[in-house]
């Protein structure tokens, strides 16, 4: 039997946020399906946009296909309101789990990856943006 790839854990810290990846398989197979979860803790009094109902000075949480191999199906936390000079906006504060849903939809087997972006602001200023590839050698 051949041995079966373990599930990674990685951990990257940045722009104010801890992001721990649980779950991402080595390599999936065409069609095969895998649940990843992605977790971010904040600084205290610190945020992040979500998609839903970011402003245009904002950039909000991405979470892409790493290489275009696999299909990312992402469950939104809901977050809760928070109110900028440009509106309201859905964020997320403290801990948050986001449970991804990975689909390879190419030929073969191969390495997953995926790629996650965030701006972390609190209620006066926002820092640079922070974009961070997991998968293989992240």
Same mark, same amino acid.
């Given at each position: 039997?051949?041995?079966?790839?373990?599930?990674?854990?990685?951990?990257?810290?940045?722009?104010?946020?801890?992001? !721990?990846?649980?779950?991402?398989?080595?390599?999936? @197979?065409?069609?095969?399906?895998?649940?990843?979860?992605?977790?971010?803790?904040? *600084?205290?009094?610190?945020? @992040? !946009?979500?998609?839903?109902?970011?402003?245009?000075?904002?950039?909000?949480?991405? /979470?892409?296909? +790493?290489?275009? !191999?696999?299909?990312?199906?992402?469950?939104?936390?809901? +977050?809760?309101?928070? *109110?900028?000079?440009?509106?309201?906006?859905? @964020? /997320?504060?403290?801990?948050?789990?986001?449970? /991804?849903?990975?689909?390879?939809?190419?030929?073969?087997?191969?390495?997953?990856?995926?790629?996650?972006?965030?701006?972390?602001?609190?209620?006066?200023?926002? @820092?640079?943006?922070?974009?961070?590839?997991?998968?293989?050698?992240?």
């Amino acid at each position: 039997a051949e041995p079966v790839a373990k599930a990674a854990t990685l951990t990257f810290a940045g722009g104010r946020v801890k992001a !721990t990846l649980t779950g991402l398989p080595a390599t999936l @197979v065409m069609d095969e399906e895998a649940t990843v979860v992605l977790r971010l803790d904040m *600084d205290t009094n610190w945020h @992040v !946009t979500l998609p839903e109902g970011a402003d245009e000075y904002s950039i909000p949480l991405a /979470i892409d296909p +790493g290489d275009g !191999t696999v299909e990312v199906n992402v469950q939104w936390p809901k +977050g809760h309101l928070f *109110d900028t000079p440009n509106g309201r906006m859905h @964020v /997320i504060d403290g801990t948050v789990s986001v449970p /991804i849903t990975l689909k390879r939809r190419t030929p073969g087997e191969g390495p997953v990856s995926i790629v996650v972006t965030w701006q972390a602001c609190d209620d006066r200023m926002c @820092v640079s943006p922070v974009t961070h590839r997991f998968g293989p050698a992240s």
